[in-house]
Every structure is written in structure tokens, then in C-alpha cells.
């Protein structure tokens, strides 16, 4: 799992990727969006301060947890 941050202007959106090929792809996608990585911890500290973000991170009693993709 890959954490990175999404920048749209001065949008700026937690983000996951699956491996490393999703992440090459999406930062190489031609869009004016720029990405770069983060470590777990900090992608934690994103969550806990309440900034937005789409992945499957989310708050429980005060911990980060990861809920795994439903299928």
C-alpha cells in the first residue's frame, strides 16, 4: 500500500495506491495533479487531523485503523 498526496490546485487529498505500478502510473497521468509519497505515519497524522482523504483509513477511539477494500 502506497500513501501520497494529491494536489489539485491549493486542494490537496490523501490518497492510495495498490503497488507501485498504480502509483507510477497515476503520477505520469498527464494531469496537472501532482503526487508524491507519504509514509504511513504521516498518511496517520492526515487522518487524525481530520484533512480529507480517500483511502481506507479511518479513526476508531482515538487510533488509525485500515479497512480493507470490500469486493
Do not use: C
Amino acid at each position: 500500500m502506497i500513501f501520497a498526496i494529491r494536489n489539485s490546485g491549493q486542494h490537496k487529498t490523501l490518497v492510495e495506491f495498490e503497488d507501485d505500478a498504480a502509483f507510477d502510473a497515476a503520477s505520469r497521468d498527464g494531469t496537472n495533479r501532482i503526487y508524491w509519497e507519504v509514509t504511513r505515519d504521516a498518511a496517520d497524522r492526515w487522518v487524525l487531523d481530520g484533512k480529507e482523504h480517500e483511502t481506507g483509513l479511518w479513526v476508531d477511539e482515538g487510533k488509525v485503523r485500515y479497512a480493507e477494500p470490500q469486493s
